[in-house]
């Protein structure tokens, strides 16, 4: 099992000096991976419901910090060597995937391979109305952007699709390894998208049994190996017994939130952290 950090990038985390110091202490302790969220913006005005929450609230203010993903794990690269870079989850509709490909290409081939790029369909109607993408288009899109971002990254540089056209487009440095695909999704929808199209399916919902088994249908169902695709949970709470409980379920990295402390106590933060938890997951 491995143990990745959620949100490590958002307060009291936010800053430049949180930045440069918590990657470092993950992966002195151990922990496998950083997942990084993406909302461009927050509109303060909204009519669309938070699809995480019982109330359909957002939990955090429209000034909440969201430092983009690709930046902030290219700030985390530079400091670290092996810890694992992922966008959890980065709103594909919303990027234009060729220009992501060159982002995430040079991101992987700087980090030596690090880059796991996870893949959300976006929920916040008005944050797409704010960057000028059709909300209602967006499946689409991510099916076709997803085949963009692998044509780009494999060499196979001529694509025909209704968003994109190129022929013979050349896009390098290509990535040093193959970068994985993580989805994210909380409905069925999602789950039998990621069935189809993933390397790893992350639902970040309380009870993931029931997409883990839709997504493992789909899979089938597009003849792949269901077991090819990792399946991924937070561990809520975060204890080494969840953690077991979660890979009984086949979930090999199970995800948590990092100490939430100020920046001169992280250091000794981690060292509990480290105690309670890496240390006691790392024999499962």
Request: charged fraction near 25%; proline fraction near 10%; charge should be negative.
């Amino acid at each position: 099992m491995r143990i990745g950090l959620l949100s490590p990038n958002m307060p009291p985390h936010d800053s430049p000096e949180a930045a440069r110091l918590l990657p470092v202490l993950a992966e002195r302790h151990g922990v496998e991976s950083l997942w990084v969220p993406e909302h461009v913006v927050l509109p303060a005005d909204h009519t669309t419901r938070y699809p995480y929450a019982d109330d359909g609230r957002l939990p955090v203010p429209a000034e909440w910090p969201y430092p983009d993903p690709l930046t902030w794990l290219s700030f985390a690269a530079a400091v670290t060597d092996r810890v694992r870079l992922v966008t959890g989850m980065l709103i594909l509709p919303q990027r234009n995937p060729v220009v992501l490909a060159k982002e995430t290409a040079t991101l992987d081939f700087l980090s030596g391979g690090r880059l796991d790029l996870g893949l959300g369909m976006g929920w916040f109607r008005e944050e797409f109305a704010a960057v000028g993408v059709d909300f209602d288009d967006r499946a689409a899109r991510f099916e076709e952007y997803v085949a963009v971002l692998r044509a780009l990254w494999s060499g196979d540089e001529t694509f025909a699709g209704y968003y994109h056209r190129f022929t013979r487009a050349r896009c390098h440095p290509k990535p040093a390894g193959r970068i994985p695909l993580i989805l994210g999704g909380h409905t069925r929808a999602g789950a039998r998208r990621a069935g189809r199209l993933a390397d790893g399916y992350f639902p970040a919902v309380a009870d993931p049994v029931p997409l883990f088994a839709e997504c493992r249908v789909a899979a089938e169902a597009a003849g792949r190996d269901p077991d090819a695709i990792e399946l991924i949970a937070e561990a809520a709470p975060a204890t080494p017994e969840r953690v077991a409980e979660l890979a009984a379920l086949g979930v090999t990295r199970a995800l948590v939130y990092p100490p939430s402390v100020p920046l001169d106590e992280l250091p000794g933060a981690f060292e509990e952290f480290a105690a309670r938890l890496l240390r006691p997951v790392a024999l499962l």
